[in-house]
Each structure stands twice: as C-alpha cells, then as structure tokens.
C-alpha cells in the first residue's frame, strides 16, 4: 500500500525534491485502545462460562454490556462482539477469548505511559528495524517505477526524533543498504538522500555531529517547541496558553509562532554548528511555523533554505518569504 501511496506523490511532484519522513507517530496511534480490549476479553469470558454451564445467556449478557459500557469512547467493537455471541457455542466463544486475551497481551507489550515521549520515530527504527526498511523499501521501488516511466525522481528520505548521533550512524547505512539493494534489484537508476529532523533539543545542541551523518536536515518546530517547552501541545493550548498570554506571561502562542529566545536561539545554534561540519548542507523547517510570517522572518535570518507549510498556508509563505528576502518583513513583526 505504501508503495502506491509513495508512486502517487512523488508523480505528482515530477522533478522537484520530495521528503518523505519514516513513521513519526507513536505506535499506540495504532493500536485497539487498552479499554476497550479489557471491556472485550471480560464479556468474551462471561459468554464463554455461560456458554459451558449450557445458559442461554446472550440476550442477558448483551443487555448486561449495552448497560456498563455507555461510558466508554468507542463502545461499537464490544457491541459487535455481544450481538455475534447468540450464534456461537462455547467452542467459538472460548477460541475467540483466547485470541482477546493475546491481543490484550500484545497490545499490553507496546502500551507506554507517556508516548509522545517514548518509542516513536527512529527509536522505532532500531527496536523495529522492519518497519523502516519497509517504507524505505516502498519509497525507492516507487521511485524505480516512475524513473523507468521516464519521469525524474528525486526522494529524500528523513528520519525522525533524532536526539543523538549514534541513532543514525546504527540506521543510516542500514537504510542505505536495503535502498540499494532495492535499486539494484528493479535495475533503475535514481537518486536518493539520507536526512534528519532537528527537533529534539540535545539534537539541536550536537547538530555539528549530526550534520557529518547526513545530507539535510529540517527542524520539526512542533516538537521542537514542545519538548523545549515542555508542552504538550494539545494540552496547552486547551488549558493555559491563552490565559498565559492574557496574563503577559507569553507575548503570543509559541505553537503559532517561533519563541525566538529559546526556539529560535537552539536553531540557530543547530544551523551555525550544522554548516561548520558540513558546509552547504540544506536545512528547512517543517510544521505550522513554516506558514507565518514572523517564523518565515527569523527562519530567513538563520539562514534556512526553504520552509514547509500547510497547503492552504503556502501562499502567505510565499509571501513572506519574498518580503523577508526584501528586508521588508522582520522577526518579530
């Protein structure tokens, strides 16, 4: 599927560079949630005795779960699991709680406290090398495709919360290696690129380091705000955010524009160590910063080649961009 996904974007975009970032968001993203499966194995296993002792209790047992689980956020999985039981005898019942019970358990493996802060992005990649070798397998085989298609390809594949330089030098050949062993293998010739997000504080302070394992790199201002912060975005803006404005605390939301003394002064700092190690290197910036335009200011102040926004934000950074190129747009302003 993702080879699809990746042949589509990068036809689109015949001729120009096209960044593709490997998978970002924390894995319980994609898991059943906790609750549900525990609601799940319970009425699985109270069908499964009723069903043993010979008790016709479906219509009993789905009245019962209709009743306790009115609270829950998604109520429909259990729901479908109670209307299917009047059918099935205890064997049925009892395989389908066993397979319950290992998904709970399964699910129970990867569940994390905290995960915005715990097993995403390259940690992935190493605790779960298949998973990256995957979508990098995916990209350069659609790449190969469109390249023998007669159309010009340039995909240039970035790895994510990074926060120390032993992260790439474990994936980066790695990567390398599964990319041309793919090319080889489809006989296209194309290119391709090995980058990184900045957007992990320590990631921004070791950017020298950083930049002598990699071909660009690109600040995710989301996260880089967020952990510079220590933010929660979502959180924040829920529940403080605009009082600390009202209050003077913050002059604006630093989640819609750069905080340039603490952001702002970590990228500037991962730009002039990034560039003395590696001379020329392209750097951007991606996230909802990239379509305002005293962000898109301080960025052309640091020195960054292009920003990334939003589609629908693309022309006021255009915009902006120019202005700030002109001298008539300022940080700040």
């Not at 980066?172 to 900045?198: D, N």
């Amino acid at each position: 599927y993702q080879t699809e996904d990746f042949y589509g974007i990068m036809k689109a975009m015949e001729g120009l560079p096209v960044v593709i970032r490997l998978l970002d968001a924390p894995l319980h993203e994609f898991l059943p949630h906790w609750e549900e499966l525990l609601v799940e194995e319970l009425t699985l296993s109270i069908a499964a005795e009723a069903a043993e002792h010979g008790v016709d209790a479906a219509d009993w047992l789905a009245e019962s779960i209709r009743k306790g689980i009115g609270g829950l956020d998604e109520p429909k999985r259990v729901l479908a699991v109670v209307d299917s039981l009047a059918s099935r005898d205890w064997a049925s019942i009892e395989r389908l709680h066993e397979d319950a019970v290992r998904t709970r358990e399964l699910v129970g493996l990867l569940r994390e406290a905290n995960p915005m802060m715990g097993n995403r992005g390259c940690r992935v990649g190493l605790t779960m090398p298949e998973i990256y070798e995957m979508q990098v397998r995916a990209i350069v085989t659609a790449a190969c495709r469109l390249t023998e298609e007669g159309l010009t390809i340039f995909p240039e594949i970035m790895i994510p919360i990074v926060s120390h330089v032993n992260e790439l030098k474990w994936l980066r050949p790695r990567l390398r290696a599964v990319a041309s062993a793919t090319r080889e293998a489809l006989g296209a010739h194309m290119t391709y690129k090995f980058g990184t997000m900045i957007e992990v504080p320590r990631a921004a302070l070791t950017a020298g380091e950083i930049a002598e394992n990699t071909e660009f790199f690109s600040f995710g201002s989301n996260d880089l705000t967020q952990m510079t912060f220590a933010f929660s975005r979502d959180d924040a803006e829920a529940k403080f955010i605009g009082h600390y404005v009202d209050l003077g605390v913050l002059s604006g939301n630093p989640f819609s524009s750069l905080d340039p003394q603490g952001v702002g002064r970590l990228m500037r700092m991962a730009v002039e160590e990034g560039r003395a190690a590696n001379p020329g290197i392209p750097i951007g910036i991606c996230g909802e910063h990239g379509g305002d335009p005293a962000s898109i200011a301080l960025c052309h102040e640091l020195g960054l080649d292009y920003v990334s926004a939003s589609p629908y934000r693309v022309p006021v950074a255009r915009l902006a961009a120019a202005q700030s190129a002109l001298g008539m747009l300022t940080p700040g302003e």
